[in-house]
T-cell receptor, first 116, second 114 residues
Framework: EPEVTQTPSHQVTQMGQEVILRCVPISNHLYFYWYRQILGQKVEFLVSFYNNEISEKSEIFDDQFSVERPDGSNFTLKIRSTKLEDSAMYFC??????????????FGPGTRLTVT | AQSVTQPDIHITVSEGASLELRCNYSYGATPYLFWYVQSPGQGLQLLLK??????LVQGIKGFEAEFKRSQSSFNLRKPSVHWSDAAEYFC????????????FGKGTTLSVSS
């Protein structure tokens, strides 16, 4: 069964460093998403991406964050200058398309980001 | 404001007993509703979804959920719980539009006792 994959599973970085989290969405999906879950808190939406553009973003997704689809398979989240409060589990998700039956989002296993 | 409330943080159920996890939502438009499950170290797996039509929806692993518009609820049920069902369960709501955010509840942790 096709699945969303994410690398790395765990990333440790120092405050102020740049990190790139990588995701490979399900191959025929058109919409891509990033969410995060700070320990003990809700899963929160960051951004959605379609046709090489951001289609929706939350207040969390400020200028420190960016997303990119550098090739036909990868989808990345970059945090330019990490802060302690960026420590969280980051989930990538994808959904198939524009028809109601294909709205559901499929999630990857997550990348745990620890900022020290 | 759009939100999802899962009133129970932690529930313990005996193996073989029935289960009901509660979910209430507040959403301005007609919602799409989802239940996801997260096992330790795993991602979020979609259990079931409600878009329209029959208000009782069936999902994977023997789970079902019932949409009650009058109560703004979408409770998850299973008639007989297995030890492997121990996990965290998340209710989520989304719009009738592709590419939009899901709003999640805080989750309910299910423990299964033998």
């Amino acid at each position: 069964e096709p699945e969303v994959t994410q690398t790395p599973s765990h990333q440790v970085t120092q405050m102020g460093q740049e990190v790139i989290l990588r995701c490979v969405p399900i191959s025929n999906h058109l919409y891509f998403y990033w969410y995060r879950q700070i320990l003990g808190q809700k899963v929160e939406f960051l951004v959605s991406f379609y046709n090489n553009e951001i289609s929706e973003k939350s207040e969390i997704f400020d200028d420190q964050f960016s997303v990119e689809r550098p090739d036909g398979s990868n989808f990345t989240l970059k945090i330019r200058s990490t802060k302690l409060e960026d420590s969280a589990m980051y989930f990538c998700a994808s959904s198939a398309g524009q028809f109601r039956s294909s709205y559901e989002q499929y999630f990857g296993p997550g990348t745990r980001l620890t900022v020290t | 404001a759009q939100s999802v409330t899962q009133p129970d943080i932690h529930i313990t159920v005996s193996e073989g007993a029935s289960l009901e996890l509660r979910c209430n939502y507040s959403y301005g438009a007609t919602p799409y509703l989802f239940w996801y499950v997260q096992s330790p170290g795993q991602g979020l797996q979609l259990l079931l979804k409600y878009f329209s039509g029959d208000t009782l929806v069936q999902g994977i692993k023997g789970f079902e959920a019932e949409f009650k518009r009058s109560q703004s609820s979408f409770n998850l049920r299973k008639p007989s719980v297995h030890w492997s069902d121990a996990a965290e369960y998340f209710c989520a709501v989304g719009a009738h539009q592709a590419g939009t955010a899901l709003i999640f509840g805080k989750g309910t942790t299910l423990s299964v006792s033998s």
